[in-house]
């Protein structure tokens, strides 16, 4: 008995021996048992199972393109789940190391963009909601204060932001037509609210957690030999987290390209435009006294196009806020504001403006289907010349003036329903309010649009006129 024992402890001992001078020249197994027990990875596959099952069960009842975008968001989440479980023994790499790491997470989101792209399908909002929110999952490209981005557990909060404005419209448009579309926006939400946001909150507060001891690290992928045809093709379009520098002045450094690049959806939209120093209007570097020759060159004199100017997103004097004549833009986003700004927003067209945080004014004036979300203003948010808007105050407004406008849709939060709104020269005017905590519903108010004007008493009187159904 004694002679077998220790001949098994032998053969054990051999075994562990040729593991161990081999695992220098073999890839770490990033799907071993380790990663079964660890917590994080456990706590995951949870919310996999819950939250993104919830968002899965809701489409399958609804199928066509929102099961597809809903498999698609699966996808997403399968791979950060494999990327956490290859950071913990993987060594911290560098810019460009950390674009090939998360080479396959940029492929998912990119397929969910590009179903966006094109001619809109009847489910363009239940496809945007699943495209925006899934800028939600690079908190795991977070690498420190100075990377460009905002901590993970503000940039899963952030990201909702963005995609809850088309979320809040399936919730508006199928609330009285089909309980499914209902359920899914909602459990699209809880998947970010509460579930990834409180998931990074418990395990990943500061970022992923690369491994220190570990020997495997990642490179970038090698660049291919030059082609022997003397003249090269044009490069590909840069992938969500290429390291490729944008053409700008001043170049993006850091974390803030990969931001930027995540949040959009390959080449066909630039990301989300944070505005940095070399954007303000009292840093741009095209401001000179000079006019160049090539100005003379155009020979179109049509007013048409000499009203409309260049687009502009930045902050002029330190007080005021330009975004203007910005087509067909989803991803504008005012981050670095306080309450002694203004904003101001002029001649856009089918774009989406979101301030985060607090400014003293707002005012759209002259754009066609803009969309516009902030928290909190100070004095006014005024809608002027206008038609087919919506805006959405996330916290507080005093006073919301509609003037001149065809179409406007507002969303109040509860913060804001003691607002004062005033409209003139104005019609179709629908104020959404919540309806429901429990459920998240909206309630539709319209606005009227029609008067009657009595004289009584010496005076006139007026008041709204009234419908009543036949």
Same mark, same amino acid.
């Given at each position: 008995?004694?002679? $077998?024992?220790?001949?098994? !402890?032998?053969?054990?001992?051999?075994?562990?021996?040729?593991?161990?001078?081999?695992?220098?020249?073999?890839?770490?197994?990033?799907?071993?048992?380790?990663?079964?027990?660890? #917590?994080?990875?456990?706590?995951?596959?949870?919310?996999?199972?819950? &939250?993104?099952?919830?968002?899965?069960?809701?489409?399958?009842?609804?199928?066509?393109?929102?099961?597809?975008?809903?498999?698609?968001?699966?996808?997403?989440?399968?791979?950060?789940?494999?990327?956490?479980?290859?950071?913990?023994?993987? $060594?911290?790499?560098?810019?460009?190391?950390?674009?090939?790491?998360?080479? #396959? !997470?940029?492929?998912? =989101?990119?397929?969910?963009?590009?179903?966006?792209?094109?001619?809109?399908?009847?489910?363009?909002?239940?496809?945007?909601?699943?495209?925006?929110?899934?800028?939600? !999952?690079?908190?795991?490209?977070?690498?420190?204060?100075?990377?460009?981005?905002?901590?993970?557990?503000?940039?899963?909060?952030?990201?909702?932001?963005?995609?809850?404005?088309?979320?809040?419209?399936?919730?508006?448009?199928?609330?009285?037509?089909?309980?499914?579309?209902?359920?899914?926006? /909602?459990?699209?939400?809880?998947?970010?609210?509460?579930?990834?946001?409180?998931?990074?909150?418990?395990?990943?507060?500061?970022?992923?957690?690369?491994?220190?001891?570990?020997?495997?690290?990642?490179?970038?992928?090698?660049?291919? #030999?030059?082609? *022997?045809?003397?003249?090269?093709?044009?490069?590909?379009? *840069?992938?969500?987290?290429?390291?490729?520098?944008?053409?700008?002045?001043?170049?993006?450094?850091?974390?803030?390209?990969?931001?930027?690049?995540?949040?959009?959806?390959? @080449?066909?939209?630039?990301?989300?435009?944070?505005?940095?120093?070399?954007?303000?209007?009292?840093?741009?570097?095209?401001?000179?006294?000079?006019?160049?020759?090539?100005?003379?060159?155009?020979?179109?004199?049509?007013?048409?196009?000499? /009203?409309?100017?260049?687009?502009?997103?930045?902050?002029?004097?330190?007080?005021?806020?330009?975004?203007?004549?910005? =087509?067909?833009?989803?991803?504008?986003?005012?981050?670095?504001?306080?309450?002694?700004?203004?904003?101001?927003?002029?001649?856009?067209?089918?774009?989406?403006? $979101? =301030?985060?945080? /607090?400014?003293?004014?707002?005012?759209?004036?002259?754009?066609?289907?803009?969309?516009?979300?902030?928290?909190?203003?100070?004095?006014?948010?005024?809608?002027?010349?206008?038609?087919?808007?919506?805006?959405?105050?996330?916290?507080?407004?005093?006073?919301?003036?509609?003037?001149?406008?065809?179409?406007?849709?507002? &969303?109040?939060? /509860?913060?804001?329903?003691?607002?004062? =709104?005033?409209?003139?020269?104005?019609?179709?005017?629908?104020?959404?309010? #919540? @309806?429901?905590?429990?459920?998240?519903?909206?309630?539709?108010?319209?606005?009227? $649009?029609?008067?009657?004007?009595?004289?009584?008493?010496?005076?006139?009187?007026?008041?709204?006129?009234?419908?009543?159904?036949?």
């Amino acid at each position: 008995m004694e002679a $077998q024992l220790v001949e098994r !402890l032998e053969k054990a001992v051999a075994r562990l021996e040729a593991l161990s001078s081999s695992s220098s020249s073999r890839s770490v197994d990033f799907s071993g048992e380790d990663a079964v027990v660890d #917590p994080s990875i456990i706590a995951l596959d949870d919310l996999i199972a819950n &939250y993104v099952g919830r968002v899965s069960a809701a489409a399958e009842k609804i199928g066509g393109k929102v099961l597809e975008s809903s498999e698609i968001l699966r996808d997403a989440f399968s791979a950060l789940r494999e990327l956490l479980v290859k950071v913990k023994h993987t $060594q911290k790499p560098d810019m460009a190391g950390l674009a090939e790491f998360l080479k #396959p !997470l940029n492929e998912v =989101i990119t397929k969910a963009n590009t179903l966006t792209e094109g001619r809109r399908s009847d489910f363009f909002n239940h496809q945007k909601s699943v495209s925006d929110s899934l800028a939600a !999952l690079a908190w795991i490209a977070y690498s420190g204060k100075d990377c460009g981005m905002s901590m993970p557990i503000a940039h899963v909060e952030e990201s909702w932001q963005m995609a809850e404005f088309y979320s809040n419209k399936v919730l508006v448009e199928y609330r009285n037509k089909d309980p499914n579309h209902v359920e899914w926006a /909602k459990a699209l939400k809880e998947l970010y609210l509460p579930g990834l946001r409180d998931y990074v909150k418990s395990f990943y507060p500061l970022g992923p957690v690369w491994s220190t001891s570990s020997k495997a690290t990642v490179s970038a992928a090698p660049k291919a #030999p030059a082609p *022997a045809a003397p003249a090269a093709p044009p490069p590909p379009p *840069a992938s969500l987290f290429s390291e490729s520098k944008p053409s700008s002045s001043k170049p993006k450094v850091g974390m803030s390209a990969v931001f930027q690049e995540i949040s959009s959806g390959g @080449a066909v939209t630039s990301g989300l435009r944070k505005v940095t120093d070399d954007m303000k209007a009292k840093n741009r570097a095209d401001r000179s006294g000079v006019v160049p020759v090539v100005e003379k060159e155009p020979r179109v004199k049509s007013s048409a196009f000499s /009203k409309t100017g260049p687009p502009k997103l930045e902050l002029q004097m330190g007080r005021k806020w330009a975004v203007e004549n910005q =087509i067909g833009k989803k991803d504008l986003v005012i981050t670095d504001c306080d309450s002694r700004q203004s904003v101001y927003v002029y001649g856009c067209k089918d774009s989406v403006l $979101q =301030i985060q945080g /607090k400014v003293n004014n707002i005012t759209v004036d002259k754009c066609t289907k803009m969309g516009i979300l902030f928290k909190d203003v100070v004095a006014a948010c005024e809608i002027v010349n206008c038609n087919s808007v919506e805006v959405q105050c996330q916290g507080s407004a005093p006073t919301i003036s509609v003037d001149n406008t065809s179409g406007c849709q507002l &969303y109040l939060s /509860k913060g804001s329903l003691e607002a004062s =709104i005033t409209t003139a020269k104005s019609s179709e005017i629908n104020v959404m309010v #919540p @309806a429901s905590e429990a459920d998240g519903d909206w309630g539709e108010h319209s606005l009227p $649009q029609q008067y009657i004007h009595t004289f009584k008493d010496g005076q006139f009187v007026t008041s709204p006129v009234s419908h009543s159904g036949g």
